[in-house]
């Protein structure tokens, strides 16, 4: 069994697959949770880790406002990247995207302890 398909064994009862049946449709989730529509399977596990994601941020950022500071900060950041005005290496190491990750990774091991999915 591959990568994909191992997930989608994972997350079973998780209703990832309800999910992903709203985007792809129901015929085609067989195949993306057995991982042989690598593709399809590839494009819908991104997009659940990019709403995901955007869950995890828009959570963060109603019990700590110091967060969309942060999250403006690095919209400053991309755009001076964008014009030129800054390196992709100095960008990368940059203080705000440090400790973005930081919160971030804070809060998913948080959730990590009280959720039921992460005991799978």
């Given amino acids: 069994m591959n990568l994909l398909g191992a997930i989608g064994s994972l997350m079973e009862g998780t ?5 992903l049946e709203t985007v792809c449709g129901e015929n085609a989730i067989v195949h993306i949770m057995t ?3 690598v593709q399809r399977a590839l494009r819908g596990h991104f997009l659940v880790d990019k ?3 955007s869950k995890l941020i828009s959570e963060m950022t109603k019990e700590d406002p110091d967060i969309q500071i942060l999250l403006d900060q690095a919209e400053e950041l991309y755009s001076s990247l ?3 005005e800054t390196t992709i290496a100095d960008a990368s190491c ?6 973005l990750e930081t919160a971030i990774e ?3 091991h948080e959730l990590a302890q009280t959720s039921k999915t992460s005991q799978l």
Avoid: D, T
């Fill in 51 to 53: 709403c995901l994601h």
């Fill in 106 to 108: 804070k809060k998913k």
């Fill in 82 to 84: 964008l014009r030129g």
């Fill in 15 to 19: 209703r990832l697959k309800n999910i």
């Fill in 35 to 37: 991982g042989k529509a």
């Fill in 94 to 99: 940059s203080e705000i995207l440090i400790k």
